[in-house]
């Protein structure tokens, strides 16, 4: 079975900064990584994801994560953040094998400030 | 494509009542999913279903909840009797094949 780490609940950071939102995931199979954002009162929206190749990925919205096997992470970054960036993000992994169950993590909240 | 639709947003109902959610998949996606979210615990998978087949039902709380896909284009979420601890923001979510799943907008159950 997989698990998925995300070490901060929240982060408040300014407008214009750069940010960075932790992901470590556990499982003893090759996985599929995913980013979702959540606006409030709304469904869940892909951001990225990583299914093989290339380690860095990019996303919609400026948003790019690294995929690290050695320290089974999957860091979400963006080098500049709008106020609209302000919402819930969620990591979350599934079996390579079947990629069919999605286990989430418990969300990060980002709070951008003006 | 309309993406995920869900029925209804909003629910209000008594303990005790029988609740009903359902939820049309994206036209063409053969997989389905129906997740709860709650401050507490969470997105967790309750079932989901490939081809209409129920694969996996072990995050399902309890005999209480029951799901149906009686054909591709449509799920339901039943639960009876609900209860105030059910209150959650229910989602619904498909795909096809081993691709990304799209989530719908919610269902926000408050059972009083």
């Known amino acids: 079975a997989q698990s998925v780490t995300q070490l901060d609940s929240q982060v408040p950071v300014f407008e214009e900064a750069p940010v960075e939102l932790r992901c470590n995931y556990s499982?003893?199979?090759?996985?599929?990584l995913f980013w979702y954002v959540q606006y409030p009162n709304q469904g869940l929206q892909l951001l990225l994801k990583?299914?093989?190749?290339?380690?860095l990925v990019k996303g919609i919205n400026g948003f790019e994560a690294e995929f690290n096997k050695s320290q089974t992470s999957f860091h979400l970054r963006k080098p500049s953040v709008h106020i609209s960036d302000t919402a819930e993000y969620f990591c979350?992994?599934?079996?390579?094998?079947?990629?069919?169950?999605?286990?989430f993590g418990t969300g990060t909240r980002l709070a951008v400030r003006p | 494509d309309a993406g995920v639709i869900q029925s209804p947003r909003h629910e209000v109902t008594e303990m005790g009542q029988e609740v009903t959610l359902r939820c049309k998949p994206i036209s063409g996606h053969n997989s389905l999913f129906w997740y709860r979210q709650t401050m507490m615990r969470g997105l967790e998978l309750l079932i989901y279903f490939n081809n209409n087949v129920p694969i996996d039902d072990s995050g399902m709380p309890e005999d209480r909840f029951s799901a149906k896909m009686p054909n591709a284009s449509f799920s339901t979420l039943k639960i009876q009797p609900s209860e105030p601890r059910d209150s959650a923001v229910y989602f619904c979510a498909s795909k096809r094949g081993p691709e990304t799943q799209y989530f719908g907008p919610g269902t926000r159950l408050l059972v009083l």
């Open positions: 979350a992994v599934s079996e390579a094998s079947s990629g069919d169950k999605l286990t």
């Open positions: 990583y299914l093989s190749g290339s380690t």
């Open positions: 499982s003893s199979v090759s996985v599929y």
